[in-house]
T-cell receptor, first 114, second 114 residues
Framework: GAVVSQHPSWVICKSGTSVKIECRSLDFQATTMFWYRQFPKQSLMLMATSNEGSKATYEQGVEKDKFLINHASLTLSTLTVTSAHPEDSSFYIC??????????FGSGTRLTVV | GENVEQHPSTLSVQEGDSAVIKCTYSDSASNYFPWYKQELGKGPQLIID?????GEKKDQRIAVTLNKTAKHFSLHITETQPEDSAVYFCAASSSNFGNEKLTFGTGTRLTIIP
């Protein structure tokens, strides 16, 4: 089956710094990857859709300059939270799409901004 | 866009009994309906999915039914076990596994009472 690896699993950073989260499809090529944010006891909210080699498509209300997404290869997408603030603290989850396997999710990254 | 509603938000079931979670969707173009199980601090894990050309699908203790006319689909878990305790999300997509995004329901916290 399809496996998506996400790192780090948790990170604590100081307010004003940037944090990068990686999402890798280990055994398949993912032309499309998705980034979600999940607050406690809430559902997954789509932040952006990332296509290999092109600019990400952001959902309404998501600041593209704050949440930088790079999808440089068919197996790697990164999300960088720039100038993080406490309100950016959340659980970030990536998902990769494959023709045969559907949508496979990473294990998530718990970001805490202090 | 697509809107997915999910009920109930919480569900407690005696071990061994059945659990049913229901979802409705709004976009008649949606044709792919996965169900995910999410444990605390982890990413969602696909447990079963169904496409619009099928009315029912079963995998051991888990089954999903789809009524396209009424635009609703349900998850059925039989002979529940303590390890079934988790948050369950339904989702919908007009997916031919191109660029289509998943729209999630609000989630159901299932608790199995030993």
């Amino acid at each position: 089956g399809a496996v998506v690896s996400q790192h780090p699993s948790w990170v604590i950073c100081k307010s004003g710094t940037s944090v990068k989260i990686e999402c890798r499809s280990l055994d398949f090529q993912a032309t499309t990857m998705f980034w979600y944010r999940q607050f406690p006891k809430q559902s997954l909210m789509l932040m952006a859709t990332s296509n290999e080699g092109s600019k990400a498509t952001y959902e309404q209300g998501v600041e593209k300059d704050k949440f930088l997404i790079n999808h440089a290869s068919l197996t790697l997408s990164t999300l960088t939270v720039t100038s993080a603030h406490p309100e950016d603290s959340s659980f970030y989850i990536c998902s990769a799409q494959h023709t045969n396997y559907g949508y496979t999710f990473g294990s998530g990254t718990r970001l805490t901004v202090v | 866009g697509e809107n997915v509603e999910q009920h109930p938000s919480t569900l407690s079931v005696q071990e061994g009994d059945s659990a049913v979670i229901k979802c409705t969707y709004s976009d008649s173009a949606s044709n792919y309906f996965p169900w995910y199980k999410q444990e605390l601090g982890k990413g969602p894990q696909l447990i079963i999915d169904i496409r619009s050309n099928v009315g029912e699908k079963k995998d051991q203790r888990i089954a999903v039914t789809l009524n396209k006319t009424a635009k609703h689909f349900s998850l059925h878990i039989t002979e529940t076990q303590p390890e079934d305790s988790a948050v369950y999300f339904c989702a919908a997509s007009s997916s031919n596994f191109g660029n289509e995004k998943l729209t999630f329901g609000t989630g159901t916290r299932l608790t199995i009472i030993p």
